[in-house]
């Protein structure tokens, strides 16, 4: 049997080798997404559509003053930083420890009295610390905010050392990558998957077009073997791939790797074994070679995107989270992140799990599958 996988493993990267066109998807979309990525945050920004709540707990005319200003801010390019929404503050507090809200600012009882009797009144803030970039925005408005009270307080000097309002920060979590580092990390690991994927689809369909898979599926070769040997193959064909995309983002974005490689280099296997069967599975239904290649390729932007790729997956809402867990690319995503941008070790398991018993029902899947076509040949 060994001899066997072996023969299909040379087989399909001599293949690979005469027709090298498998590359172009990977090198280009993980590309494109980083460049629109890379426009589309510096000339918007972000963080509008998370939600913050807004807490009074005071009735006064300064609290109420606080409170608009906090509502009503907009940034220079005319959209509000965040949408804020008013709680009482048990509410605010079980959203915060939900999910559903990714800050919340308080302003307490006895704010105004605190102004009136030139004590010292503190507005606070708890914020999820999920994205270094959202949180930036949050507590840059509320800072702004702030700044913006005071000014009319001391009004003409500005001068903020006998400013009347303060700030107390609350952290949840620990700190995370901004959103340009996340993507273009995540990019690099997309160039391997697309490649993983669709590079399967096209090669499977090409082999039905010439009529090659006939000649393979009617040999002596067990359909186990078969299957294994085409992985295999598709190990080396990804991470070539990855040999050229990785590179170039790395120093065109100045992002690099913090945690272990050999357990970077293990994800990236992981996500190979996981992928290649349903490229394989692709290929098997559609037996076309550009249509297989499109649908390979689709079924790897949508699975990044829903997958977490666009943002980490934590932003997203319970509902979504539950849908795109069932998909390999989402685990991979999670892995990749969590060991790119620290070195540990933890919370790794059942995303491992996940996509090597992915790997294993596919590979069924396509067994039985080759057995069916044989039958019916």
């Known amino acids: 049997m060994l001899r066997e996988i072996a023969a299909i493993v040379k087989k399909d990267l001599k293949q690979a080798k005469r027709d090298p066109r498998f590359l172009g998807p990977s090198l280009i979309i993980p590309l494109v997404f980083l460049l629109v990525y890379t426009i589309m945050w510096n000339s918007v920004g972000g963080g509008e559509s998370f939600a913050c709540g807004l807490v009074v707990m005071d009735t006064s005319h300064e609290a109420d003053e606080m409170a608009n200003i906090l509502e009503n801010m907009a940034s220079t390019t005319n959209h509000t930083w965040f949408s804020i929404e008013r709680y009482d503050l048990d509410t605010a507090r079980e959203l915060y420890q939900g999910g559903s809200l990714i800050a919340y600012i308080v302003i307490p009882t006895g704010f105004g009295n605190n102004i009136t009797t030139e004590q010292n009144a503190t507005v606070v803030m708890y914020i999820n610390n999920a994205n270094d970039d959202i949180v930036k925005n949050y507590v840059h408005r509320l800072e702004a905010a702030v700044l913006l009270f005071n000014q009319g307080a001391v009004y003409p000097e500005f001068d903020q ?102 357990i970077l280099f293990g994800i990236m296997v992981l996500s190979i074994l996981a992928l290649v069967p349903i490229g394989e599975l692709i290929g098997l239904k559609i037996r076309n070679r550009e249509q297989a290649l499109l649908a390979g390729v689709l079924l790897s932007v949508i699975g990044f995107i829903a997958g977490g790729g666009m943002a980490p997956i934590s932003l997203s809402p319970a509902s979504i989270r539950v849908i795109v867990g069932i998909m390999p690319m989402t685990h991979s995503l999670i892995l990749w992140a969590r060991v790119f941008f620290l070195d540990t070790t933890l919370g790794l398991v059942t995303s491992s799990l996940f996509l090597f018993a992915t790997w294993l029902v596919m590979s069924a899947v396509v067994v039985h599958l080759m057995k069916k076509e044989v039958e019916q040949s």
């Open 161 to 262: 050392s006998s400013a009347p309002v303060s700030i107390e920060e609350s952290y949840s979590n620990t700190t995370t990558p901004s959103n340009l580092s996340y993507m273009a990390a995540v990019a690099m690991l997309l160039s391997l998957m697309t490649c993983a994927l669709a590079s399967q689809a096209m090669q499977t369909a090409t082999e039905f077009e010439t009529g090659a898979i006939q000649d393979t599926l009617n040999s002596p070769t067990p359909r186990v073997a078969l299957v294994l040997g085409r992985t295999i193959a598709a190990i080396p064909r990804s991470f070539s791939a990855s040999l050229i995309s990785a590179p170039i983002i790395c120093l065109s974005m100045n992002v690099f790797p913090i945690g272990n490689i050999i």
